[in-house]
């Protein structure tokens, strides 16, 4: 495709064409390699937060990669040696949940398969699917260096994650050990303590009679929330300081339904409150109770099998039963034994895991951990001396909290799919393991008999290989000349949900492997959340099905029908409001996307996006590109010398000096706010410059001496202004260009092919991409600031008037301008051929006094009067007019008065009916008052 001339342009941008065009034009110029022979000092890095390879964009991946791209393609303009390293995420327990449903849709199963075959069917999968992610990534216009992309399980990265387990292993850092852990009974694996969802359920608190054996007929009353568990119980505990309860401890209770007899313990984790103060002790399937058990030396005995069923360790009427099966079950038995006390309901937090939702199960295993201790006093140090900054800076505080309560981390997950752990161990001795060694290799004794030893079944959980992410994509453990230039990285963005799953390990393991921070910044962006809609029955809200919003259009609707309301929501499928970025980049284009979301990025912990937004942010690249054609094709007879010089040595009028005094301004604006992360007023403060001053105010402020309609303007006065025109255009597209890169791009492509020179000048790179980011240049000009202030404020108090008397705008009028001040008056005549363009003014007056003139509406400000006179053939019709709505208020008026005066309706209706009613009284005197003043100037 070659890029249209100027008179060639369509009137819209046609996004899809300058994507296409734009982006093959980055990628074969190579723009987006980074250099690592140059100095670290001179570096910005970033590495990709990496997707799962088996993803699909959603609008959370098009936030954090339009940041990220924001940023580095900012720094990289800036001067600075800028990477981006992009890659993708395994995602083991996730890629392989999907992995064994598709073979599930076709009647197979990965245990028939084994685990070699399975796994060719992941790397098949993985293959197949890897390219739309990363072709959705480029096609969002992500200028990441595609050279150095990695992927959690390729080599690079597999020995990377050998050496760290072998080294922290050699520290002590990875042990063994039989530990409590949260295990998922669906993906049949140990999850960590943040891959679990809390939620508040309706529960029951179950109250079981355990008869004392002694025959005494007294029983010890516990309550649980969970009856089946006590199949395997070891112990009935109280707290020692219970009164109640001293003279029982050391006796022992009938375990109902099993036969066997336990102990009744004190132990001060016994809460005397909870129930009876009586507790029962199920070790092997509570976390307090194996605490206690190793404290008070009880057995323990694990009744579930991997997939949450009863094993054989229960008695047999209740074996091989799902947990809740086994649950109703012994409920009716202890029901009909007359050992239920009673069962009341009581509210309790469920763990799920974080991918199957089912609820987890405590469990005793034994697993794979990481012992943090001095990695994560290491981490805390440096957010709080500075040397790592987390903003928003409220979020440390979570940090710190998080951190202070960290449990050593389970790593260890019963899957096929991810980094086997490299120990192995002798088939004759299990209990002789070895290690790889600490590069990552096979150990010798293995390599040399390989039939004597057995690998380890398990792999690492998925956040271990992420943990290494900054410095493993770099090259480590090897000392490359990438980790010379660009480690530390300068920032990492991502969501603020994954604070702890990621971004505190990549502290704790940079500190522990490599001996130093992983990044200087990390910036926490919000959780998108879209609309959903409902409808009022009452006073409750029915969700709006997805079927049914579809059929009534209610996302492009700007006024919904009556009793249908919405709310913010985080995004579901069930609830509709679930919004595709790449259908939005096929109805608006990339462009609106990523100005939209940056746009409402600054909303806090939520962003809240829909269609209609998006849509706004089309407007305004359709404005920048409107704004381009008219420049371009008035401007057709500047030189590519005379724009090369640019404004040095011209003579600027008022308004040139206030536009770059402006343009300025917004160049300082624009680059503090990217420099302290705010980018939705990076984005807010080029929108307002660009839609406001340059498009609003300073091209109707030049037309006349752009066409030379202005009487006396010269040749050299016209050209001036156009030069000025063009180098704020071209200003605004380096300065939108991280934003918005495709439009931008195209609309600097047509101004190179017109203007630019191969020599000197903004025009001799090959692409915007490159070019230099903007420099504040010249003096400011307070005065014409000032005096073009004033300006807009006659002119808009002149066309608000208007606005008030219906004057249509092709319709001229005659104003009189009375200002004392002769310094602002001098200023409004040097400007009286501005003042008449702009609002329609045949007859323009301005002097020191003013009579009152008949039929004209005033605007007064300060000494400053502005008297608009009415057209006489309007006069009758808008005399008519307001009468016909006089009437129509004071008809209204009357009845509300008559309301209020009845005693009966003030005594009896609420007080907001009342209230409301009178607010109505009074807007009707006000709206009455107004038109009276009108009618009066007519």
């Not at 132990?267 to 409150?273: G, L, N, P």
């Not at 290989?465 to 990492?492: E, N, Q």
């Not at 300006?791 to 005659?814: F, H, Q, Y």
Request: overall charge negative.
């Amino acid at each position: 495709m070659t890029t249209p001339a100027a008179n060639e342009l369509p009137k819209n941008f046609q996004p899809k064409e300058a994507e296409e065009r734009w982006r093959a034009l980055w990628e074969r110029g190579g723009f987006f390699r980074a250099d690592n022979s140059r100095a670290n000092d001179e570096s910005y890095t970033i590495v990709i937060p990496p997707p799962n390879v088996t993803g699909a964009l959603h609008l959370g991946h098009g936030l954090v990669q339009t940041i990220q791209d924001v940023l580095i393609r900012h720094h990289r303009m800036a001067g600075r040696n800028a990477l981006w390293v992009p890659g993708t995420d395994h995602a083991g327990i996730a890629t392989q949940h999907v992995v064994v449903e598709k073979l599930r849709q076709e009647g197979r199963t990965r245990q028939e398969l084994g685990r070699e075959k399975f796994l060719e069917e992941v790397w098949r999968w993985k293959e197949e699917y890897h390219g739309r992610i990363t072709s959705q990534i480029k096609l969002l216009g992500c200028s990441c260096d595609w050279s150095r992309e990695a992927f959690t399980m390729d080599e690079e990265r597999a020995r990377a994650v050998r050496v760290a387990f072998s080294r922290l292993y050699n520290q002590g850092l990875i042990y063994r050990g039989l530990y409590m852990v949260n295990w998922d009974p669906v993906s049949l694996t140990a999850l960590a303590d943040d891959e679990v969802e809390y939620e508040d359920e309706e529960g029951q608190l179950w109250h079981i009679k355990y008869p004392f054996a002694d025959g005494s007929g007294r029983f010890a009353v516990v309550a649980t929330t969970r009856p089946e568990t006590m199949l395997g119980d070891t112990a009935v505990a109280v707290n020692p300081q219970d009164e109640r309860y001293r003279d029982v401890v050391g006796m022992e209770v009938e375990l109902p339904l099993t036969g066997r007899r336990i102990p009744i313990i004190a132990d001060d984790f016994v809460r005397a409150e909870f129930g009876s103060g009586m507790v029962k002790i199920t070790p092997a399937h509570d976390p307090n109770d194996f605490a206690a058990a190793q404290r008070q030396n009880l057995p323990v005995i694990d009744i579930f099998t991997d997939d949450a069923k009863t094993n054989d360790k229960v008695p047999e009427s209740y074996r091989h039963l799902d947990r809740y099966t086994a649950r109703e079950r012994v409920v009716a038995d202890l029901k009909g034994l007359g050992l239920l006390e009673k069962i009341e309901k009581h509210p309790h937090r469920v763990g799920r895991g974080y991918r199957s939702k089912a609820v987890v199960e405590p469990r005793l295993t034994e697993q794979w951990f990481v012992r943090w201790g001095k990695l994560r006093d290491q981490a805390v140090g440096a957010v709080r001396s500075g040397e790592i900054r987390i903003l928003p800076k409220a979020q440390e505080n979570t940090f710190f909290s998080w951190m202070e309560n960290l449990r050593d981390w389970c790593i260890s997950r019963q899957l096929w799919w991810g980094h086997r752990i490299p120990i192995w161990y002798r088939k004759s001795n299990p209990g002789e393991m070895l290690v790889c060694d600490d590069e990552g290799n096979t150990p010798a004794a293995v390599v040399a008999a390989p039939g004597e030893w057995r690998q380890d079944e398990d792999v690492l959980d998925t956040w271990f290989s992420s943990a290494l992410w900054p410095f493993s994509v770099l090259g480590w453990p090897d000392k490359t000349l990438d980790m010379k230039a660009f480690f530390p990285t300068s920032v990492l963005v991502t969501g603020h949900d994954i604070l702890f799953f990621w971004v505190a390990r990549m502290m704790m393991m940079s500190y522990g492997l490599v001996g130093g921070r992983p990044f200087k910044d990390v910036f926490l962006h919000g959780l998108i959340f879209g609309k959903s809609y409902y409808r009022r029955r009452g006073g409750d809200l029915e969700l709006i099905s997805p079927k049914e919003r579809r059929e009534l259009r209610l996302d492009e609707l700007e006024k919904l029908p009556p009793g249908v309301d919405y709310k913010w929501e985080k995004m579901s499928k069930s609830k509709g409001n679930v919004i595709d970025p790449i259908e939005m980049f096929d109805v608006y284009g990339v462009d609106a996307v990523r100005a939209a979301l940056l746009a409402y990025s600054g909303q806090g912990r939520t962003i809240e996006i829909d269609r209609q937004r998006i849509e706004g942010y089309r407007n305004f690249i359709n404005k920048l590109w409107n704004a381009s054609r008219f420049v371009l094709t008035a401007t057709q007879d500047v030189s590519a010398e005379q724009f090369t010089e640019g404004v040095d040595g011209r003579e600027l009028a008022r308004e040139d000096r206030w536009i770059l005094t402006r343009l300025g301004e917004t160049v300082e604006g624009a680059t503090r706010a990217l420099e302290s992360y705010e980018f939705d007023v990076y984005t807010q403060v080029i929108y307002q410059f660009l839609w406001n001053d340059y498009c609003d105010w300073y091209l109707e402020l030049v037309k006349g001496r752009v066409y030379r309609t202005a009487d006396g303007t010269t040749e050299e006065q016209s050209g001036t202004a156009k030069v000025v025109l063009l180098t704020v255009l071209e200003c605004l597209q380096r300065l939108l260009h991280p934003a918005i890169p495709y439009a931008t791009e195209e609309i600097w492509q047509l101004m190179k092919v017109r203007l630019g020179r191969s020599d000197r000048g903004l025009f001799t790179v090959p692409s915007l991409a490159i070019a230099a980011w903007p420099k504040v240049e010249g003096a400011r000009d307070a005065k014409a600031v000032s005096e073009i202030e004033f300006l807009k404020s006659v002119i808009g108090a002149i066309r608000n008037i208007r606005g008030e008397m219906s004057v249509p705008m092709d319709m001229s009028v005659e104003v009189l301008v009375e200002l004392p001040d002769a310094a602002r008056r001098e200023v409004l005549q040097s400007a009286t051929a501005q003042i008449r363009a702009l609002s329609n003014v045949k007859s323009l007056s301005i002097a020191a006094t003013q009579a009152a003139a008949p039929f004209a509406s005033t605007h007064v400000s300060g000494d400053l009067s502005i008297q608009v006179i009415l057209p006489a053939e309007l006069r009758a019709a808008e005399k008519g007019r307001i009468e016909k709505e006089l009437a129509h208020l004071e008809k209204g008026y009357n009845a509300t008065k008559a309301k209020l005066s009845n005693e009966k309706f003030v005594g009896s209706a609420p007080a907001e009916v009342v209230a409301k009613e009178r607010e109505k009284l009074a807007k009707y005197e006000g709206d009455m008052e107004a038109l009276r003043v009108k009618h009066k100037a007519l």
